[in-house]
């Protein structure tokens, strides 16, 4: 095949899915922080030109009553598009919701007059709500190469559900945030006209208060119930008395001295809360609501009863539940991200092995290829075991293997960075205390592994990195230090933030550290960074042991 035909993404590259993988999860971190529909189309857009290095594109949005698409942002030659039959004809309409896979026209199947001229569309990714198409997202070709991949297909299926899942939770966001403030407006207006009228029990005027969308319920210094509006019939019908109205919620389970509080109330002036109660209602589901209760005072300031305010927030609290839902689910994009900066690592050393068995295979020495190959299927299993590992940390597992040296699972750490910091001219040296116990830890590998990459990526040629153990009663305290520049004061205040990253575009994705830290965590123990007093950082690991485990005490080792 002619080398203008080939695709431009080759199934099995791990470095372009990779980088396309971080660009989606960092387009999920943005979108999440995105409260303006124009910016969630342009971020959705950019996104998708770099991931597929695409230099013509357009965002398109669903019309459910003309039943066709309308151009709303476009790039390149896609400028001024005509996209009203673009929907048939990528085969993606509004009734086939389910058909959320992305279309890849062949060259010459689907093209439109825009203003530079006809453009092909090389790429139909449909944006899927809950229920409904909310749009789709058109790309030209990509910038080499005449089509894109079944990998790229995929990536794409995740793109446009990242983009959906943040265009469908600003919709949500948007109708309850209007609601809410619709009703709240209609509240407090209500209640400023009454204002007036509320001096006295006996002037109520009760049509405006049955009118009002919350409950209101006003009592007597012995709590009995006075007067009620409609909304507060509706949940509390038959109750005369304060007392026993709450009781038929699980008032105790938010505040155990709730009828302390609600005595106080006429007793000493003191306005009393609760929310998110449950409330039982016979004949119909658990309401959910919220109780705040205030002294009624005389025109002389004398307290003659007290008002209750009910709020019904049942819908409310199902919409936040939908929306954690949503929030959980944009978590798989992190996920993905981590994934690929954990298999970069074993992945680059089967790489370097690969190459090296080629050129020894080219130069008639074959005796060195077993041993490669010995190598490579290590590396292998080693990613089969993160992926295992990543999987456990994404359900927090334990982790818990069998009990291993503590110098062994270091030495293993310092081992596996060796060549990579032979290349650059660092020297790794390994101080452990004499007698550190055994350790039950499958994730305490990884957490060292990426703080002795970090600390060789930092020091300079002919420096030296140091990883040293020793035990402090019941704790573990490992320590990474590196002889580089250190860490700015900014830099450590947003160092364990994701995808924050000092390293050049494309060399990291800020979640190194991130997961070292977590994979700490799952430890009971914590990761902490500060600056040497000798130059350089350092980073250190605190693992609790089981008690009596460790020395009394154990002398501390200090670099020369």
């Known amino acids: 095949m002619p080398e203008s035909q080939q695709p431009f993404h080759q199934t099995g590259e791990p470095a372009d899915c990779a980088r396309s993988i971080r660009l989606i999860a960092h387009l999920a971190a943005r979108l999440a922080r995105l409260d303006d529909p124009e910016g969630l189309q342009q971020a959705a857009l950019e996104t998708a030109l770099e991931a597929f290095r695409c230099s013509s594109g357009a965002v398109c949005l669903w019309d459910a009553q003309g039943r066709r698409l309308r151009l709303a942002r476009a790039?390149?030659?896609?400028?001024?598009?005509?996209?009203?039959?673009?929907?048939?004809?990528?085969?993606?309409?509004?009734?086939?919701?389910?058909?959320?896979?992305?279309?890849?026209?062949?060259?010459?199947?689907?093209?439109?007059?825009?203003?530079?001229?006809?453009?092909?569309?090389?790429?139909?990714?449909?944006?899927?709500?809950?229920?409904d198409l909310l749009g789709v997202l058109a790309l030209g070709a990509p910038a080499k190469g005449e089509a894109y991949s079944e990998t790229d297909r995929a990536l794409m299926a995740a793109l446009g559900q990242v983009v959906a899942m943040a265009a469908e939770t600003y919709l949500v966001h948007s109708r309850f945030r209007s609601e809410m403030q619709h009703r709240m407006d209609e509240t407090v207006a209500e209640l400023n006209r009454a204002s007036a009228e509320l001096a006295r029990v006996k002037t109520f005027d009760e049509e405006l208060f049955q009118s009002l969308p919350v409950g209101i319920v006003v009592f007597d210094p012995r709590f009995h119930i006075i007067f009620r509006n409609a909304a507060a019939e509706r949940l509390w019908p038959e109750d005369?008395?304060?007392?026993?109205?709450?009781?038929?919620?699980?008032?105790?389970?938010?505040?155990?001295?709730?009828?302390?509080?609600?005595?106080?109330?006429?007793?000493?002036?003191?306005?009393?809360?609760?929310?998110?109660?449950?409330?039982?209602?016979?004949?119909?589901?658990?309401?959910?609501?919220?109780?705040?209760?205030?002294?009624?005072?005389?025109?002389?300031?004398?307290?003659?009863?007290?008002?209750?305010?009910?709020?019904?927030?049942?819908?409310?609290?199902?919409?936040?539940?939908?929306?954690?839902?949503?929030?959980?689910?944009?978590?798989?994009?992190?996920?993905?991200?981590?994934?690929?900066?954990?298999?970069?690592?074993?992945?680059?050393?089967?790489?370097?092995?690969?190459?090296?068995?080629?050129?020894?295979?080219?130069?008639?020495?074959?005796?060195?290829?077993?041993?490669?190959l010995e190598y490579v299927g290590k590396g292998l299993a080693r990613i089969g075991t993160i992926v295992r590992e990543l999987l456990d940390f994404s359900r927090s597992a334990s982790g818990t293997v069998e009990p291993m040296p503590i110098r062994d699972i270091l030495a293993e750490a310092v081992h596996t960075m060796t060549p990579a910091a032979d290349e650059a001219g660092v020297t790794v040296a390994l101080d452990c205390a004499p007698d550190l116990p055994p350790l039950r830890s499958g994730h305490l590998y990884h957490a060292v592994l990426n703080l002795v990459k970090n600390a060789v990526e930092a020091s300079p040629r002919g420096g030296r990195v140091r990883v040293g153990?020793?035990?402090?009663?019941?704790?573990?305290?490992?320590?990474?230090?590196?002889?580089?520049?250190?860490?700015?004061?900014?830099?450590?205040?947003?160092?364990?933030?994701?995808?924050?990253?000092?390293?050049?575009?494309?060399?990291?994705?800020?979640?190194?550290?991130?997961?070292?830290?977590?994979?700490?965590?799952?430890?009971?123990?914590?990761?902490?960074?500060?600056?040497?007093?000798?130059?350089?950082?350092?980073?250190?690991?605190?693992?609790?042991?089981?008690?009596g485990s460790g020395p009394a005490a154990m002398p501390e080792t200090k670099e020369g």
């Open 469 to 547: 153990a020793r035990c402090t009663d019941d704790t573990l305290v490992i320590e990474v230090a590196d002889s580089g520049p250190g860490l700015p004061a900014d830099v450590l205040a947003h160092l364990f933030e994701p995808f924050y990253s000092r390293k050049a575009l494309g060399k990291g994705t800020g979640l190194g550290l991130v997961i070292s830290r977590d994979l700490v965590a799952k430890q009971g123990g914590s990761l902490t960074a500060a600056n040497r007093d000798a130059g350089g950082a350092v980073f250190t690991v605190r693992v609790p042991l089981a008690p």
């Open 240 to 372: 005369r008395n304060v007392f026993d109205a709450a009781r038929r919620s699980d008032v105790a389970r938010v505040d155990a001295d709730w009828e302390v509080g609600l005595r106080e109330v006429v007793d000493m002036r003191r306005p009393w809360l609760a929310a998110g109660l449950r409330l039982e209602r016979a004949g119909a589901e658990p309401a959910r609501v919220n109780l705040a209760s205030s002294p009624l005072l005389s025109q002389r300031q004398g307290v003659v009863g007290g008002v209750l305010v009910i709020e019904d927030v049942t819908q409310r609290v199902k919409m936040q539940e939908r929306l954690e839902v949503s929030e959980r689910l944009a978590g798989v994009g992190r996920l993905a991200a981590m994934v690929a900066h954990e298999i970069n690592n074993p992945l680059d050393g089967i790489t370097r092995l690969v190459n090296l068995s080629a050129r020894a295979i080219d130069g008639g020495d074959t005796e060195r290829v077993p041993g490669y």
């Open 75 to 131: 790039v390149g030659r896609a400028a001024g598009a005509e996209v009203s039959g673009l929907a048939e004809a990528a085969g993606v309409t509004s009734a086939d919701v389910d058909g959320r896979e992305p279309a890849l026209p062949g060259p010459g199947e689907v093209t439109l007059e825009a203003a530079a001229g006809p453009w092909a569309v090389r790429a139909v990714i449909p944006v899927v709500g809950s229920t």
